[in-house]
């Protein structure tokens, strides 16, 4: 395909991605989990120049409807990379996961925009794994939430001469995540902000023996995941700027569960060692504070986000 020209309009993609939880307690930037939470967007290629957007669920009174729109700028981006000139652009978007939750919703809207982006140029460029990684990682920012997005499981993610990498992971089958989700937010540039730019050679050293250990506990023994996910990096510094999040979190590792801040909070994933664990764990949050809480007993998601493409004029 000439690069002057854009694609005849027509062809139909539809992505779906995954909810993320990064961090998981000691592995800052680096640890990414995918959760059975979806957005689903549908994307048709239209004459050039033209674009409609529709949203429905999860921000759909605040995100704009223009070029601005994340998953506009992802596929433009996208093609940019490659030297293609954007189709218009139908978007119907049907977002799940929540809004400034600590779920990874931009690093969702990023990989969708990616997703859908590959399966409009297929045929013409190849987006493989690799790039589409490092698109949303300049994108993003940093690959811990992308990485999961993309290719599901529990994801190692890192960044080298080479760009960003990743090692995907199958997560025990025992362990059962549950995120409590609160009707407040959090953003993550003001959650960054509370963090130190140096923190205690001590703190360091103790937070890379618990990294290690999450690995160990989420892949082979749950019954170690409450030890695996004590951090001394990020949740402590950032406990003023939410108190409920920081005294649910206490109050669930106090009795014995493995709870952390999701991503930059205010979600708290809890990762119960078996469906019992979950279910204690959900009524002791009911009792133990005032705050309400949305209770999502999730599966941890192995796919990451999926392109299902469609002929033109097909439904």
Same mark, same amino acid.
């Given at each position: ?8 309009? @027509?062809? #139909? ?7 993320? /939880? ?16 979806? *957005? ?5 290629a239209l004459p050039e120049g033209e674009l409609e957007i529709e949203v429905e669920g999860a921000g759909a009174d605040d995100v704009p409807r223009d070029a601005s729109h994340l998953v506009v700028r992802a ?8 030297? #293609? ?14 809004? @400034? ?24 460029? !190849? ?6 990684? #490092? ?25 080298? !001469? ?10 025990h089958r025992g362990v059962s995540p549950l995120v409590f989700v609160p009707t407040f937010t959090m953003s993550t540039e003001l959650a960054r902000s509370l ?27 749950? !019954? ?28 669930? #590792? ?10 930059? @909070?205010? /979600? ?21 504070? *005032? ?25």
């Amino acid at each position: 395909m000439n690069a002057a020209v854009a694609p005849a309009p @027509g062809r #139909r993609v539809v992505v779906r991605v995954p909810a993320t /939880s990064a961090n998981l307690g000691p592995g800052f930037d680096t640890l990414g989990l995918a959760l059975s939470v979806y *957005d689903e967007l549908d994307v048709t290629a239209l004459p050039e120049g033209e674009l409609e957007i529709e949203v429905e669920g999860a921000g759909a009174d605040d995100v704009p409807r223009d070029a601005s729109h994340l998953v506009v700028r992802a596929i433009a981006y996208a093609y940019e990379s490659v030297g #293609r000139r954007m189709p218009g652009l139908r978007l119907v978007a049907k977002n799940v996961i929540p809004h @400034g939750r600590g779920l990874g919703s931009s690093g969702a809207a990023v990989v969708s925009g990616l997703l859908a982006a590959r399966g409009l140029l297929e045929g013409d460029v !190849e987006l493989g794994p690799d790039a589409l990684l #490092r698109l949303a990682t300049e994108l993003e920012g940093h690959p811990d939430n992308v990485a999961p997005a993309l290719f599901g499981g529990l994801t190692i993610a890192w960044v080298d !001469e080479g760009g960003p990498q990743h090692k995907k992971l199958l997560v025990h089958r025992g362990v059962s995540p549950l995120v409590f989700v609160p009707t407040f937010t959090m953003s993550t540039e003001l959650a960054r902000s509370l963090q130190p730019m140096h923190v205690p050679r001590e703190d360091a050293v103790f937070n890379v023996s618990r990294s290690a250990l999450l690995i160990a506990a989420l892949t082979q023994s749950p !019954e170690l995941l409450q030890a695996a996910t004590e951090d001394k990096l990020h949740q402590n510094y950032r406990a003023s700027a939410m108190p409920e999040t920081d005294g649910l979190v206490r109050a669930l #590792r106090a009795a014995g569960f493995a709870a952390v801040v999701s991503g930059a @909070g205010p /979600s708290v994933l809890v990762l119960a060692d078996g469906p019992g664990r979950r279910l204690e764990a959900a009524a002791l949050a009911a009792a133990a504070t *005032d705050t309400p809480w949305e209770a999502l007993m999730l599966a941890v998601d192995f796919k990451g986000g999926t392109v299902r493409e469609y002929a033109e004029g097909s439904t």
